[in-house]
């Protein structure tokens, strides 16, 4: 039903910025962005809500990145700003409908089902 795709990877030096979309064809309700870097988990960075006015940040990017939803084009984006080499990942988008939502459950991998293909993000260092 729903398919998602990522742009905007790339290479950026320490402190600098670079800027994620993420489109989505089909309905969503919960989007999120995500990580994974080769030997780590997959990490939870941020996530937006269709009835929640709540963008819930972890704590090794806030302050740092932001995210915002376009809800008329059905888009994601994360802004990422002060970079640093330990940011560098396969960063993706994903969607996902769960029954209640909080800080724990809207950054949990597992609650997503619908992911997109991934985008690589490399900081130099």
């Known amino acids: 039903q729903v398919h998602l795709l990522e742009t905007g990877g790339g290479s950026a030096q320490v402190g600098g910025s670079l800027r994620l979309s993420c489109t989505a064809s089909?309905?969503?309700?919960?989007m999120g962005w995500f990580r994974q870097a080769p030997g780590k988990e997959r990490e939870g960075l941020a996530s937006?809500?269709?009835?929640?006015?709540?963008?819930y940040y972890a704590d090794s990017v806030n302050g740092r990145f932001t995210m915002s939803r376009d809800r008329a084009e059905n888009a994601v984006y994360l802004q990422m700003n002060s970079l640093k080499p330990e940011d560098t990942a396969m960063y993706y988008c994903?969607?996902?409908?769960?029954?209640?939502?909080?800080?724990?459950?809207?950054?949990?991998?597992?609650?997503?089902?619908?992911w997109g293909q991934g985008t690589q993000v490399t900081v130099a260092s």
């Open positions: 994903a969607a996902g409908q769960f029954a209640w939502v909080n800080r724990a459950a809207a950054l949990q991998p597992s609650n997503y089902n619908v």
């Open positions: 089909g309905s969503t309700y919960c």
């Open positions: 937006s809500c269709v009835r929640s006015g709540t963008i």
